[in-house]
């Protein structure tokens, strides 16, 4: 079983709506949550860091984390064709820079 | 700034040869991971760099092996290629020593093809 797992899709949406992406760890030594959007032939770049449970917001975008379920999500408000890529949820214990992530979830956001 | 940069972006090597990618991050950091990145197994951390000692390796076999300069610009080498070698091979760099994902930022890769 991985530590992280991430569905990964693909999942398409019309432009404008609101997308939810979840994923679900096993290792409760992970203290620090990523959310990173990668766009085809190109690096991962960070959208969304938080080290504790409860909702951060920015922008469009909500991260959200419930350790107690060992569980996290990445909402999306009024979503654009520019959002379309595929969305790595990642997850660190701190000692370090070592990043485990999910498998990647592939978002098309359609006109 | 000049972000993290890879190279070369894409290669394609014959079973049984041998590569070396390069990596040179952001400047003034001192962190270098370096990433493989498969359709089927996502993004798998290989090992980590900090002031040219090797803080962190992954499970992957004895063939994959890296190293960190003074300069700070990394190397990672992978000998005996297989096919399920071929992938996106990512670096990223960060100036803190316990960054935890707030300011590691990646490059764009190198794509390697094992035919």
């Known amino acids: 079983q991985k530590e992280v797992e991430q569905d990964p899709g693909p999942l398409s949406v019309p432009e404008g709506a609101i997308v939810s992406l979840n994923c679900t760890y096993s290792n409760s030594a992970f203290q620090y949550f990523m959310w990173y959007r990668q766009y085809s032939r190109k690096g991962p770049e960070l959208l969304m860091y938080?080290?504790?449970?409860g909702n951060k917001e920015d922008g469009r975008f909500t991260a959200q984390v419930d350790k107690s379920s060992k569980y996290i999500s990445l909402f999306i408000r009024d979503s654009q064709p520019s959002d379309s890529a595929t969305y790595l949820c990642?997850?660190?214990?701190?000692?370090?820079?070592?990043?485990?992530f999910g498998t990647g979830t592939q978002l098309k956001v359609e006109l | 700034k000049a972000g993290v940069t890879q190279t070369p972006r894409y290669l394609i090597k014959t079973r049984g040869q041998q590569v070396t990618l390069s990596c040179s991050p952001i400047?003034?950091?001192?962190?270098v991971s370096w990433y493989q990145q498969t359709p089927g197994q996502g993004l798998q951390f290989l090992f980590e760099y900090f002031s040219e000692t090797q803080r962190n390796k992954g499970n992957f076999p004895g063939r994959f092996s890296g190293r960190q300069f003074s300069n700070s610009r990394s190397e990672m080498n992978v000998s005996t290629l297989e096919l399920g070698d071929s992938a996106l091979y990512l670096c990223?760099?960060?100036?803190?020593?316990?960054?935890?994902?707030?300011?590691?930022?990646f490059g764009e890769g190198s794509w390697l093809t094992v035919v």
């Open positions: 400047s003034g950091h001192r962190s």
């Open positions: 990642a997850m660190a214990t701190g000692g370090g820079n070592k990043l485990t």
């Open positions: 990223a760099s960060s100036s803190d020593l316990n960054a935890a994902g707030n300011t590691i930022y």
């Open positions: 938080t080290y504790s449970s």
